[in-house]
């Protein structure tokens, strides 16, 4: 069990440039989530996939963000012409099928620390 | 939408102590309550979890307790070692399609030696 891991850790950018992350979760999980957090406060959810399916999106969302998990594994989330208050870290978090009997366990990655200039 | 009140924001023990921290929620259909622990610069940990058909679950240190009719959970932690340092989360979800997780806005805990 490697964990979840994240690329890069770190990325500076200046407004208006787009960046992209990748996540890749525990093998034998078939559920992700991103998730936002700010300075001080808790992860906040964006998105969740089943699989390649894209089942949920929040209102934090915009039309900026898109997140993709083309073949049910590895994930990207892309933030289009990133402003100021897109600077956050980004978590990667993964879960197990709804057949385990610990499928609400959800296990993060390290995140990736965005700051745009 | 879901909100859950996190208390005390900081909270500063001696090393040996016990430290306690509480949360509160409003959405009865919330059934899974995990709590995180998170260092600086990492990714938060978890470290224990309660079903609400479960009052009570212990961990070694760790405790979590859960009042489902007040609405309320606390994670306990007793003989606090300065590695016990770090900023701790609640969270809870509901069995919905995603089970997203909610969280607290955090506490920040110093063990002093």
């Known amino acids: 069990d490697t964990g979840v891991s994240q690329d890069p850790r770190h990325k500076i950018t200046k407004r208006g440039q787009n960046v992209t992350f990748r996540c890749d979760p525990i093998s034998e999980h078939n559920r992700l989530y991103w998730y936002r957090q700010t300075l001080g406060q808790g992860p906040e959810f964006l998105t969740y996939f089943q699989n390649e399916a894209q089942l949920e999106k929040s209102r934090l969302l915009s039309d900026r963000f898109s997140a993709e998990r083309p073949k049910g594994s590895f994930s990207t989330l892309e933030i289009q012409r990133t402003e100021q208050g897109d600077s956050a870290m980004y978590l990667c978090?993964?879960?197990?099928?709804?057949?385990?009997?610990?499928?609400?366990?959800?296990?993060f990655g390290p995140g990736t620390r965005l700051t745009v200039l | 939408g879901e909100n859950v009140e996190q208390h005390p924001s900081t909270l500063s023990v001696q090393e040996g102590d016990s430290a306690v921290i509480k949360c509160t929620y409003s959405d009865s259909a919330s059934n899974y309550f995990p709590w995180y622990k998170q260092e600086l610069g990492k990714g938060p940990q978890l470290i224990i979890d309660i079903r609400s058909n479960v009052g009570e679950k212990k961990d070694q240190r760790i405790a979590v307790t859960l009042n489902k009719t007040a609405k309320h959970f606390s994670l306990h932690i007793t003989e606090t070692q300065p590695e016990d340092s770090a900023v701790y989360f609640c969270a809870l979800s509901r069995a919905d399609s995603s089970y997203k997780l909610i969280f607290g806005s955090g506490t920040r805990l110093l063990v002093r030696p």
């Open positions: 978090a993964s879960s197990r099928p709804w057949r385990d009997r610990v499928y609400n366990e959800q296990f």
